[in-house]
């Protein structure tokens, strides 16, 4: 396509933002993010591409300060431990998880995906039938993805599309973020088990995020390998 203005404008932009966005580790806990801007990162996430269309993750806000700090403890990468802050879980604007959907909701042929299949997707009844042998191959034979350790990582690597996605559509309107990773799964699980309602039969924790507004500079220069050493041409 012939470079007009207007994409070079818009690839400016998106490198601007792309540079922008770095994993920040304390916000100003006194700037909110205007709901409408935050329903445009929701929406982002929402319309995100998933393998096979399945969606296979569920957003969970956790706004109360309290009930953050159940995560504390064990949130390593949240909780200010290596900048002596409350960390994104004490400053963030919006907090949350992703979660990802396990073998029970995530196997081929469940009754949750015929139930998907037919009511999110509309799909008939002979579409759903190629839908299940393609998806049933797809994890018996093409990519091997068939323990319920596998399938629910597999739906993880769909959650981490969509934060991708929030994360840019963030720094598009200069918000703040963190992707994290930074905690203990076991008592994550239990945690949300406990204080959430979440059934770790169906989801487990994928990844926390944070949206904010910096309190200050990015700790860290941003530093990556050469385009050269990161893509290979043939
Ligand atoms: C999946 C994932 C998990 C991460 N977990 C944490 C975390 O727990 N805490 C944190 O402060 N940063 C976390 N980071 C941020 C990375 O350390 C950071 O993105 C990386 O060092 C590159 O720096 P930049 O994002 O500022 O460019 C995570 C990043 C990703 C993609």
């Known amino acids: 396509m012939k470079d007009t203005i207007q994409s070079t404008d818009i690839q400016s932009q998106i490198i601007v933002a792309f ?11 006194d700037a909110k993010i205007p709901e409408d ?10 319309l ?19 009930k953050r700090e159940l995560f504390r403890d064990f949130a390593w990468g949240a909780n200010g431990m290596m900048s002596g802050t409350t960390g994104q879980l004490g400053t963030a604007s919006h907090f949350g998880i ?13 009754d949750y995906l015929q ?8 799909l008939p009844e002979d579409i759903i039938e190629l839908f299940n042998g393609a998806y049933g191959k797809f994890q018996a034979s093409d990519h091997h993805v068939t ?5 629910t990582d597999w739906s993880g690597k769909q959650a981490y599309i969509v934060l991708a996605n929030m994360m840019t559509a963030g720094a598009l309107m200069g918000i703040d973020s ?25 989801y487990k924790p994928a990844a926390m ?25 043939f």
């Open 178 to 202: 963190c992707p994290i990773e930074g905690f203990e799964m076991d008592k994550t699980i239990a945690t949300l088990e406990e204080h959430f309602g979440i059934d770790p039969s169906l």
């Open 37 to 46: 801007q935050f329903a445009t990162i929701l929406e982002a996430a929402r």
């Open 48 to 66: 995100s591409p998933t393998s096979f269309g399945h969606e296979p993750f569920k957003i969970l806000m956790i706004q109360s300060q309290e």
């Open 98 to 110: 992703l979660l990802a959907q396990t073998s029970a909701l995530q196997t081929a042929g469940s």
């Open 147 to 151: 323990t319920d350790r596998e399938i």
């Open 19 to 29: 540079n922008f966005r770095h994993a920040c580790k304390i916000f100003d806990a």
């Open 209 to 233: 995020f944070a949206f904010g507004y910096r309190a200050g500079a990015p700790m860290f220069d941003k530093s990556r390998r050469t385009m050269e050493d990161t893509v290979a041409w």
């Open 115 to 122: 139930n998907f299949y037919r009511h999110v997707k509309q």
